[in-house]
């Protein structure tokens, strides 16, 4: 999806209809000279100031489609998709033959959840312009969304014959081979997003590994993306200790403690704190590319994860009641994905009112409110509140039955722990958990995916009806 504030370049006929008008008194020259620096504020990632500035422009050429267009993609990334669609429309009022502010109404709905509406506006951008690599670009990052992959990697496929240096495209395709589960291709594919600029470069001491012999070598891995990515990859951390290597280990603080529990990890430390002596280093994300394991069961190094011998944290367990389950129904909604992966925390707070389950929150951040705001004290019993690290985590974790949860960094403990994990899901959430019938990484961690956008409905239907016959289990 490109956020830049230029576009396909408009007809002849599009700018006359939307010719320049003095500026506050001024000249043509002021109105471009206005409209670039409201782009480049743009880009600077100063939102408030180039909305304010398009604005302005607006109110004195009200048919403009580049600003329109402009000023859509800015409410976009603000967050405001109402009205980001409602700009995008207008630009696209003024001039419908133009490919670019097809596809950027495309990417607003996108943004917007409104798939099958952006496929269609992405299409009719490359049909009007069949060579507009950024039309297939932005086409397969729906199709993506949407679980038809085959017609994604075309897609990408198409865009990168037609600009072959887009590294942003590359490391799309990547990912949709790795949904599709094209494991070993995907992931040397992924490789390429560390050319990305929002990718962390670290800069170290000694040489990146290679994946050569790594026995009597000290190797420092190191995290790069989220919390999710280390506890999902660290798995691969044993091969390189089982050929003899010291493995190090640089994460973020609260997976410090968890981490150092590890029987392949000879030293864990925090991000900010010295680092150890070491010969080489690796990306905890790389290490599927760089140790090759055998994909066709990457799940059979679990569990890989222990939670520490002198657990802190003691969870009750009332007369009467079969199991003692986990719940966590929110993320942080820092993507559009993030705000459909959350479930509403009344559908866990039903299941409550069995009395042969105990249900224990382990629920961190703002939406840990939402437990006293429900009046569900006693009723739902707040282990979160008092979680400060995933060692805790893990301890918790280790005393249940069962987890339900969103998609969330919990789920990767629990899961790598071999706790018994029900992963709750939109229809397509993420490449590590492909699409329909099973994943590769948890033999313990079951999928229950809503079978349309936003059908809590079935899942929890599914869900009741399976514990029902865990507690016939439980019972005997």
């Known amino acids: 999806m490109s956020d830049s504030p230029s576009i396909h370049p408009l007809k002849p006929e599009s700018q006359a209809a939307a010719s320049p008008v003095p500026l506050f008194g001024d000249t043509e020259q002021r109105f471009a000279q206005e409209l670039r620096l409201a782009a480049q504020a743009q880009r600077a990632g100063r939102l408030d100031e180039a909305i304010a500035g398009y604005l302005k422009l607006?109110?004195?050429q009200p048919h403009h489609a580049e600003v329109h267009n402009n000023l859509g993609v800015a409410l976009r990334l603000a967050g405001k998709l109402e009205a980001s669609l409602a700009h995008h429309q207008l630009a696209l009022a003024a001039d419908p033959e133009n490919p670019?502010?097809?596809?950027n109404l495309g990417n607003a709905l996108r943004a917007a959840g409104r798939l099958e509406e952006a496929v269609r506006h992405h299409f009719k951008?490359?049909?009007l312009s069949p060579t507009y690599a950024e039309g297939f670009f932005n086409l397969a990052l729906c199709l993506r969304d949407l679980g038809r992959l085959d017609e994604a990697v075309g897609c990408f496929g198409r865009s990168l014959a037609l600009h072959p240096a887009s590294r942003r495209a590359k490391v799309e395709l990547a990912l949709a081979l790795l949904m599709r589960g094209d494991l070993l291709t995907g992931f040397a594919a992924y490789?390429?997003?560390?050319?990305?600029?929002?990718?962390?470069?670290?800069?170290?001491?000694?040489?990146?590994?290679?994946?050569?012999?790594?026995?009597?070598?000290?190797?420092?891995?190191?995290?790069?993306?989220?919390?999710?990515?280390?506890?999902?990859?660290?798995?691969?951390?044993r091969e390189l200790k089982a050929q003899g290597a010291s493995v190090l280990v640089l994460c973020q603080a609260p997976l410090k403690d968890l981490l150092a529990g590890a029987d392949y990890i000879d030293q864990a430390v925090a991000e900010g704190e010295p680092l150890p002596q070491f010969d080489v280093h690796a990306s905890i994300v790389s290490l599927p590319h760089l140790c090759r394991p055998d994909f066709a069961s990457p799940g059979g190094a679990t569990p890989y994860l222990r939670p520490p011998a002198h657990a802190r944290i003691k969870l009750g367990r009332l007369k009467g009641t079969r199991l003692s389950i986990g719940i966590y129904w929110s993320v942080t909604a820092g993507q559009a994905q993030d705000r459909q992966r959350s479930a509403p925390f009344a559908r866990f707070l039903a299941l409550a009112g069995d009395p042969e389950l105990l249900l224990f929150?382990?629920?961190g951040g703002a939406a840990q409110k939402e437990i006293q705001q429900s009046g569900a004290n006693g009723v739902v019993h707040d282990v979160g509140r008092g979680i400060f690290d995933f060692a805790e985590a893990a301890?918790?974790?280790?005393?249940?039955?069962?987890?339900?949860?969103?998609?969330?960094p919990v789920t990767h403990v629990a899961a790598a722990m071999g706790v018994r994990t029900?992963?709750?899901?939109?229809?397509?959430?993420?490449?590590?958990?492909?699409?329909g019938g099973d994943q590769p990484w948890y033999p313990s961690l079951?999928?229950?995916?809503?079978?349309?956008p936003g059908d809590w409905d079935s899942v929890f239907a599914s869900v009741r009806a399976e514990l029902a016959l865990l507690k016939e289990t439980a019972a005997r």
């Open 58 to 60: 607006l109110a004195v």
């Open 100 to 103: 670019a502010l097809q596809s």
């Open 125 to 127: 951008s490359i049909t």
């Open 191 to 237: 490789e390429e997003r560390k050319r990305l600029p929002e990718t962390p470069q670290p800069e170290f001491s000694r040489p990146a590994w290679d994946g050569g012999p790594i026995g009597g070598k000290r190797i420092l891995l190191h995290a790069e993306q989220g919390l999710s990515d280390v506890l999902l990859f660290i798995r691969f951390a």
């Open 361 to 363: 929150s382990l629920q």
């Open 395 to 408: 301890s918790a974790l280790s005393q249940l039955d069962l987890l339900i949860s969103v998609d969330a």
């Open 422 to 435: 029900w992963l709750l899901a939109p229809p397509v959430v993420d490449w590590r958990w492909r699409l």
């Open 446 to 452: 079951r999928i229950f995916r809503q079978p349309r």
